[in-house]
C-alpha cells in the first residue's frame, strides 16, 4: 500500500485529492470500515479487484483568469445589448407582452433569460441540429443557415452526409437498419401495430411486455422487472412510489434532472452530497442517524441514497464497493440509476455492478434505460419481487402513463438476446468486447496529445475540457467543417468555467473513424489551443498514473 | 517565405485573441466598438507612459543615487 501513497505524495500531478483521502482513510484510519472490508473476505484486503483510475486534472491558473475574462466581455456586451433593446434602438426577438398588458404584473421575467438572450443566442447554431438518418456510427445533417445571428434558420435543401457521429448514445450499436437485425422487429410490428392505447393497469399489458421483464431479470441476475414507456419517467414516476415524507433521500451533487425531479416530487427531505465523495456521505449518514428529523427529532422513517452509475457530464463512475458497504453499515437503502452504464460497462455489458465484481443483491433498487445501449426507447426498475410487485400497484407511471410499444419492446428483446448469447451468435460479447477497446484506445490517444479528459478510464462518455466560453462555438463549428459531429455543453449544464465537449465513444466506430476523428482534434487542438494538460502520458505508464488503489 | 509564415503567425494570434475575449461571438458593429475601445485604451496608456514615465524613471533614479551617495560620502569622512 506504501507505494501508490509514495507515488501519490511524491511526484507530479494534481492530486485527485479524494482519490488519495480515500486511500489513507478508508483502509487505516477509519476503523468501522476496515471492519466492513474484513468482513466481505476479499482475498487481498482491499474493496476492489483491479485498478480504479480517475482523472479530474485542474486547469493552469490562467485559464480560469482568461475563461473569466471572456464571460466579463460577454456580459458587458450584454448588458449593452439589452440597454438597447429597452430604448428600442434595437428590435426585440424574444417574447414580450402586448401593449394593453404592460401595466399587469409582468409575464416574462427579462433578467432571467440573460445568459439565453446574450451568450446562448450566438452559438445557438451548434445544437438542435437535425438529423434525417439512423443516428449510427455516421449520419446525415441538414444544413442550415441563418440570416440574422440566429435568432431564425432556414434550410437551404442540401444534406451533408456521413458525418462522423461523436455524440449519440450508441454505445453497443445496436442503433442500426440492417434488415436482418430488424426482422423480428418488423414482424412484432405487423402483428401488434405501433400504439398500445392504454396504460399498465388497464389493457396495456402485452405478452412483450411480460417476456421482456422476464428477460431484463435474467439478465440482470435479479428477481424481478419492471419496463416503462420513458426512461426520464421512469426515474421522476418512481421514486414519489418508494420514498414520501418524512424519509431522508442523500443525493449526488451532479445527479441527473429525472433524479432530481423524482426526489423533489416524493416531497422527502433532500440532503447533498459531495460527488463521488464517501467521507462526505459517511458523515450525512451519521447526522442523519444522530439527529434524525429536523424539529421532532425523531428516527427517519427510510434513508435513501440516489446514485448513478456513470454520471454522464463527468464520465466518473460511482465508488460501488464503498457505496454498499457504508450503505450496510448504516442501514440505508440504495438506488442506482444505470442509465449510461447498462450495457456499456462490464465484462458482458451487465453495469456497474458487474464491473466491480459485486452481486445485485447488494443494490436495492437497480433502474436503467433502454435508450442507451440498446437503440429503444424506455426504462426499467429491477430488485426483489416484493419492490416490483409493490410498484406494480402504486407507481405513477403503471397507473397512468401508456405502456411501452411493441415493435421497441421487441428490439430491446432483440438486443438483449444478442449480449446475452441466446441468440446463437456471440455477437453481444463482440460488440462489448469492441466497445472496451475503442474506450481505451480513444482515451489513452487524447491523454497522450494532451488534452484534458475527466472521468474514469473504463468510461465510454469522454468530456474534452474547453473552458473559455469562445471555444465552444468555434470548436463545434470548425469539427462540423471537417464532418465530424460532437456536442459541447456549457453553463449551466456544467459549472461555469468547465465548459466541454462531450465524446461518447460507439461499438460500432471503426479503427479509422476514431483515427480520422482523433487527427482533426489534434489539429484543432493545435490550433485554438485547447492542449492544457501538464502531464502527457509517456512511454512510461507507471510513473505518471494517477492514483491506483489495489 | 518567412513574411508569409510570420502573417500566418500574427493571423493565429489575432485568432487566440478574438476567442479569448470573446470577440468572435460578436456582430461587426460590435467588434468595432470593442476594438476601438481596446485601442483608446492602449493608446491612453501608451502615451501616458511617453510623457510621464521619463520624469519617474528620473526622480526615482536621483532618490536612489542620493541614498547610495551620502553614504558614499559618510564612509569617505569616516576614513579620512
Redesign the interface.
Known amino acids: 500500500m506504501a507505494n501508490p501513497s509514495a507515488v501519490c505524495n511524491g511526484h507530479l500531478h494534481h492530486h485527485h485529492q479524494k482519490q488519495n483521502n480515500l486511500l489513507k482513510s478508508g483502509i487505516y484510519k477509519k476503523n468501522g470500515i476496515t471492519k466492513g472490508m474484513k468482513k466481505n473476505g476479499v482475498s487481498n484486503g482491499t474493496l476492489y479487484k483491479k485498478t480504479f483510475i480517475e482523472h479530474f486534472e485542474q486547469a493552469p491558473m490562467y485559464v480560469a483568469v482568461l475563461t473569466f475574462l471572456g464571460f466579463g466581455v460577454g456580459t458587458i456586451f450584454g448588458y449593452l445589448r439589452d440597454f438597447m433593446r429597452a430604448c428600442g434602438l434595437e428590435k426585440r426577438n424574444l417574447a414580450a407582452e402586448r401593449e394593453e398588458q404592460k401595466d399587469f404584473v409582468p409575464l416574462y421575467q427579462d433578467f432571467e433569460n440573460f445568459y439565453t438572450r446574450n451568450l446562448y443566442m450566438r452559438i445557438r447554431d451548434n445544437w438542435n441540429r437535425p438529423i434525417c438518418s439512423v443516428p449510427g456510427p455516421q449520419f446525415d445533417l441538414m444544413e442550415r443557415v441563418t440570416d440574422d445571428y440566429n435568432w431564425t434558420f432556414r434550410f437551404t435543401g442540401r444534406t451533408i452526409k456521413n458525418v462522423i457521429n461523436m455524440g449519440s448514445y450508441n454505445y453497443l450499436g445496436f442503433a442500426e437498419t440492417d434488415v436482418n437485425a430488424l426482422k423480428t422487429v418488423s414482424i412484432e410490428l405487423q402483428k401488434y401495430g405501433t400504439g398500445v392505447c392504454s396504460t399498465r393497469q388497464e389493457m396495456g399489458t402485452l405478452d412483450k411486455h411480460v417476456e421482456l421483464e422476464k428477460l431484463v431479470a435474467k439478465f440482470l441476475g435479479v428477481e424481478d422487472a419492471m419496463v416503462f414507456g420513458m426512461g426520464f419517467a421512469t426515474n421522476s414516476m418512481n421514486i414519489p412510489a418508494l420514498v414520501g415524507k418524512g424519509c431522508l433521500i442523500l443525493s449526488d451533487e451532479l445527479n441527473h434532472t429525472s433524479l432530481v425531479l423524482g426526489a423533489r416530487l416524493s416531497g422527502a427531505t433532500i440532503r447533498i452530497f459531495k460527488h463521488n465523495n464517501m467521507q462526505n456521505l459517511e458523515k450525512l449518514l451519521r447526522e442523519a442517524i444522530i439527529y434524525g428529523q429536523p424539529r421532532s427529532r425523531r428516527a427517519w422513517r427510510k434513508i435513501i441514497i440516489l446514485v448513478e452509475g456513470i454520471y454522464s457530464m463527468e464520465g466518473s463512475i460511482v465508488h460501488l464497493p464503498e457505496l454498499v458497504s457504508l450503505k450496510k453499515k448504516y442501514k440505508a437503502y440504495l438506488y442506482l440509476d444505470e442509465a449510461h452504464s447498462i450495457g456499456a460497462v462490464g465484462a458482458t455489458g451487465r453495469g456497474v455492478v458487474e464491473y466491480f465484481g459485486m452481486s445485485p443483491d447488494d443494490v436495492d433498487v437497480l433502474m436503467g434505460t433502454f435508450t442507451k445501449s440498446f437503440g429503444a426507447a424506455g426504462g426499467y426498475i429491477a430488485g426483489k419481487k416484493d419492490l416490483v410487485d409493490f410498484l406494480r400497484t402504486h407507481s405513477h407511471s403503471a397507473v397512468y402513463a401508456t405502456s411501452m410499444c411493441p415493435p421497441v419492446a421487441e428490439q430491446i428483446i432483440r438486443a438483449m438476446k444478442c449480449l446475452m448469447g441466446l441468440d446463437g451468435t456471440t455477437q453481444g460479447l463482440q460488440r462489448v468486447r469492441q466497445l472496451g477497446k475503442n474506450t481505451r484506445y480513444f482515451r489513452r490517444r487524447l491523454h497522450e496529445m494532451g488534452f484534458i479528459i475527466y472521468g474514469n478510464d473504463d468510461s465510454p462518455v469522454v468530456p474534452l475540457l474547453l473552458y473559455m466560453p469562445g471555444k465552444i462555438g468555434v470548436f463545434s463549428r470548425l469539427m462540423l467543417q471537417k464532418n465530424i459531429g460532437v456536442v459541447v455543453v456549457g453553463f449551466p449544464a456544467t459549472p461555469i468555467t468547465e465548459s466541454r465537449a462531450r465524446f461518447c465513444v460507439s461499438a460500432a466506430h471503426t479503427r479509422e473513424m476514431l483515427d480520422t476523428v482523433l487527427n482533426a482534434l489534434d489539429e484543432l487542438g493545435d490550433f485554438l489551443l485547447l492542449k492544457y494538460s501538464r502531464y502527457s502520458k509517456s512511454a512510461h505508464p507507471e510513473l505518471y498514473e494517477e492514483t491506483r488503489l489495489e | 517565405m518567412d513574411i508569409k509564415s510570420m502573417k500566418n503567425y500574427l493571423y493565429?494570434l489575432y485568432?487566440?485573441f478574438?476567442?479569448?475575449?470573446?470577440?468572435?461571438?460578436?456582430?461587426p458593429w460590435?467588434k468595432l466598438l470593442?476594438y476601438s475601445f481596446n485601442i483608446a485604451l492602449l493608446v491612453t496608456v501608451l502615451y501616458t507612459a511617453y510623457i510621464f514615465l521619463p520624469g519617474h524613471i528620473s526622480s526615482a533614479l536621483q532618490f536612489f543615487w542620493q541614498l547610495f551617495g551620502s553614504q558614499h560620502e559618510n564612509t569617505v569622512s569616516v576614513l579620512k
Open positions: 493565429w485568432c487566440q478574438e476567442l479569448i475575449t470573446c470577440s468572435y461571438l460578436m456582430e460590435e470593442f
